[in-house]
């Protein structure tokens, strides 16, 4: 995991997130499917509710219920959030 202590002063995403904390998800993680809650997502990743703490760079499969299952890789890991950085942008 990699450590912040100072918290992020300016968001320098390129990318607008979509609020979607309404929605759920199935996160296939070490062969597990677990339901998720979905706090944003954006074309090129999203941030997940998810008690296991997964390593960076550890692949993931994110099925969103209106989509295909997409690929990942976990950027980060933070007080019971995750990032996924999708190994392709969704359309």
Known sequence: MIPRKVKRVFDGRAEARVDARSQTAVLDFRGRKNVVRLVNIAPSGAMVIFSTTPHIGEEVLLQLMDRAPICGR????RDGRIGVSFTTALE
């Not at 976990?74 to 890991?77: D, K």
């Open 74 to 77: 976990v950027q980060w890991a």
